[in-house]
């Protein structure tokens, strides 16, 4: 059996970001403004090394490179997921992701981005923007245009334990007082399509209309979770969603359940109570991957985890 990859998370100051990270996580970070924790990423832009271990101190891009064995020899030049934990205290920018065809051909062969999130924690009339209101790219871009924010963008209520898929084309934001637990394609690329006029370093983020209009989609669909449960001896295992880029499973236990690893590898993270995996304590805000050939395993105690793989 392989040894279980235990990973320390990257953390990323943002102008939006808050001190939930610190409070409610643990995580011992110097700045209350930190938004981000990249807790399994193996991105240029944060490359999570290994705690403990034979692989103790190597960076997961290196593994997917040197030991794609771990890995299930999956194919793909990068490691295909980035899970993180993103903390707004103000809104984030209304923004949009492209496909993987538009940011090969634009952000020099970049996979896009499709994205999913789980709610962990919200204000008590907590808000959240995706989809939009206009039926046609000519329609969107006068309501840019005109700044008609509230007439385009859906605003919806949400509640901790909601689920969103995201895809590609999905005008969306994170608004202030959540928490979120995002698994999404390995890509950094964000089209910000409105700021709220804000500075940063005494100028406006740069924003990105063309390359927006080109992208989202019109009229907008929205994506259905699965949200479909299955009961076990101590709790459950609820698969969120799965899509060609990645399955998302919340596991739920009060007890010790006794389970299998059969995909090329499954990332997990720990965002509600404490226990052991394989008798390794664990606890809220641990993230670690259980590589190929992991085969059956325990996991024991009282919380919840989200699980993904490709």
């Excluded at 903390?87 to 492209?98: E, G, T, Y």
């Amino acid at each position: 059996m392989q040894n279980i990859l235990f990973l320390e998370p990257v953390f990323k100051e943002m102008i939006w970001g808050g001190s939930r990270l610190k409070t409610d996580y643990g995580y011992d970070i110097p700045s209350d403004s930190t938004g981000e924790c990249w807790a399994v990423s193996a991105h240029t832009n944060g490359d999570c090394k290994i705690k403990a271990g034979e692989y103790k101190g190597e960076t997961l891009s290196s593994l997917w490179t040197n030991h794609r064995e771990l890995f299930g020899n999956a194919e793909g030049e990068v490691f295909p997921l980035l899970i993180k934990i993103i903390d707004a205290k103000q809104d984030l920018s209304i923004q949009v992701h492209p496909n993987d065809a538009y940011a090969k051909e634009y952000e020099n062969g970049s996979l896009g981005k499709t994205e999913c999130w789980y709610i962990l924690n919200c204000d008590e009339d907590g808000k959240i923007v995706i989809g939009h209101n206009a039926n046609s790219k000519e329609e969107l871009a006068s309501m840019i245009q005109k700044n008609q924010w509230d007439d385009l963008i859906r605003v919806l209520p949400i509640k901790k334990g909601d689920f969103f898929q995201i895809v590609p084309g999905t005008v969306h934001a994170i608004k202030a007082g959540t928490v979120i637990l995002e698994t999404q394609q390995n890509s950094d690329i964000t089209y910000r399509l409105y700021d709220y006029g804000r500075l940063q370093n005494g100028k406006p983020r740069e924003l990105h209309i063309d390359k927006s209009i080109d992208v989202i989609t019109c009229p907008q669909k929205l994506t259905e979770p699965l949200r479909k449960k299955k009961e076990i001896e101590v709790g459950e295992i609820e698969e969120l969603v799965s899509c060609e880029f990645y399955t998302v499973e919340k596991i739920k236990i009060n007890g010790s359940a006794e389970l299998e690893q059969t995909e090329p590898f499954t990332i997990m993270s720990v965002i509600e109570g404490e226990g052991s995996v394989e008798g390794v304590e664990i606890k809220k805000g641990d993230h670690f991957i259980l590589p190929a050939g992991f085969g059956h395993y325990t996991l024991k105690g009282n919380m919840e985890c989200i699980a993904s793989h490709i």
